[in-house]
Antibody, heavy 120, light 108 residues
Framework: EVQLVESGGGLVQPGGSLRLSCTGS????????MTWVRQAPGKGLEWVAN????????YYVDSVKGRFTISRDNAKNSLYLQMNSLRAEDTAMYYC?????????????WGQGVLVTVSS | EIVLTQSPATLSLSPGERATLSCRAS??????LAWYQRKPGQAPRLLIY???NRASGIPARFSGSGSGTDFTLTISSLEPEDFAVYYC??????????FGQGTRLEIK
């Protein structure tokens, strides 16, 4: 069974940093692109970033470029999102998702999410 | 950035009826569009990818069509478990991936 478990969320002040982690199981982690998606309170889904199988390609939504870094450690079946210079508008539930096989875009399994709150 | 506009915002129908949800893109996507279902407290579920391909385990009553800028998700006969929020998502070369704002399918 495919499982994705996120951790690392919490309350942080504006300008602060957080590192989200996601551990995958039940599939061959390094065979899949991985993605972070977020959902702010009362809003829709927002794609944040994705990363290729070996980490050689990474893409970001414009609003997080230069502040967030996606990375992965295939030996640990883990995906990360380093978030710096956090803003109030980054407050959201963050979801780790596995991409459909051979796809950099479509996501077929999602974690339950981790809450990030940016507030003073 | 490619903007996806979903309509209607809310669709009120009864079980057994046919649902037609629309997603319009601000630029041509060819067939690079997916549909997701989202229920409260649950992770999104991939329904359709590449405009018309059903994802694994998705019932045949769900179908996707369209290309270019206009796409449709059709649920042929609504089951009680189909009432949820539906999102379209696009991927287009060299632009960020984006989601539509969602269509809420509610029981009439």
């Amino acid at each position: 069974e495919v499982q994705l478990v996120e951790s690392g969320g919490g309350l942080v002040q504006p300008g602060g940093s957080l590192r989200l982690s996601c551990t995958g199981s039940g599939f061959t982690f390094d065979n899949y692109w991985m993605t972070w998606v977020r959902q702010a309170p009362g809003k829709g889904l927002e794609w944040v970033a994705n990363i290729k199988l070996d980490g050689s390609e990474k893409y970001y939504v414009d609003s997080v470029k230069g502040r967030f870094t996606i990375s992965r450690d295939n030996a640990k079946n883990s995906l990360y999102l380093q978030m710096n210079s956090l803003r109030a508008e980054d407050t959201a539930m963050y979801y780790c998702a596995r991409n459909l096989y051979a796809s950099g875009a479509w996501t077929d399994y999602w974690g339950q999410g981790v809450l990030v709150t940016v507030s003073s | 950035e490619i903007v996806l506009t979903q309509s209607p915002a809310t669709l009120s129908l009864s079980p057994g009826e046919r649902a037609t949800l629309s997603c319009r893109a601000s630029q041509s996507l060819s067939s690079s569009l997916a549909w997701y279902q989202r229920k409260p407290g649950q992770a999104p579920r991939l329904l359709i990818y590449d405009a018309s391909n059903r994802a694994s385990g998705i019932p045949a009553r769900f179908s996707g069509s369209g290309s270019g800028t206009d796409f449709t998700l059709t649920i042929s006969s609504l089951e009680p478990e189909d009432f949820a929020v539906y999102y379209c998502q696009q991927r287009s070369s060299w632009t960020p991936i984006t989601f539509g704002q969602g269509t809420r399918l509610e029981i009439k």
